[in-house]
């Protein structure tokens, strides 16, 4: 097992947002402080996206990155969310 540069995380994880028709501004990601080794996963969509995005479409993207993160040694917890831009 090994962790994965900031850089390969962000390409799977907009691979597999493209793969699902996630509308995808920019990825964010940030170390996680938990009893765990985790990683923190931010999914910026773009403006006035997010419900085209519900249920399966946000299922399918979070499952491949997590396969995906698995797939390519990566040993950290993947915590993944989605925020639209311009809502925080």
Do not use: H
């Not at 962000?10 to 080794?37: E, G, L, Y």
């Not at 993207?61 to 809502?87: C, N």
Request: glycine residues 6%; charged residues 15%.
């Amino acid at each position: 097992m090994s962790i994965l540069s900031d850089q390969e995380v962000v390409r799977i994880t907009r691979a597999a947002a493209a793969a699902n028709n996630v509308p995808v501004a920019t990825v964010q990601t940030a170390p996680a402080f938990t009893d765990a080794p985790a990683i923190e996963i931010k999914v910026v969509l773009t403006p006035g996206s997010s419900a085209s995005i519900m249920g399966l479409p946000s299922a399918n993207t979070t499952s491949q990155i997590v396969r995906q993160l698995a797939d390519g040694g990566e040993e950290r917890l993947p915590i993944v969310s989605y925020e639209e831009q311009g809502a925080a």
